[in-house]
């Protein structure tokens, strides 16, 4: 998200087809760790910190700038 403008307001990006692949696997990746749209919350910390843990192993590149 860091070659996005972040000082202008309503500045668009050009997003590339790598760009859209790379959002649809992150969205699968959110998903099958059962966060995302229309996802029901838990309330329970212990299961949303399960459900962090399991994203964090299955993204394959540390999100780092």
Same mark, same amino acid.
């Given at each position: @998200? &860091?070659? %996005? +403008? =972040?000082?202008?307001? %309503? &500045?668009?990006?050009?997003? /590339?087809?790598?760009? *859209?692949? #790379?959002?649809? *696997?992150?969205? &699968?990746?959110?998903?099958?760790?059962?966060?995302? @749209?229309? $996802? /029901? $919350? =838990?309330?329970? @910390?212990?299961?949303? $910190?399960?459900?962090?843990?399991?994203?964090?192993?299955? $993204?394959?590149? +540390?999100? #780092?700038?």
């Amino acid at each position: @998200m &860091a070659q %996005y +403008p =972040h000082d202008k307001l %309503y &500045a668009f990006s050009e997003v /590339t087809e790598e760009d *859209k692949q #790379n959002f649809e *696997k992150l969205r &699968a990746k959110l998903r099958d760790a059962g966060l995302g @749209m229309n $996802i /029901t $919350i =838990h309330e329970n @910390m212990d299961y949303f $910190i399960q459900q962090t843990k399991r994203l964090e192993n299955n $993204i394959d590149v +540390p999100l #780092n700038w």
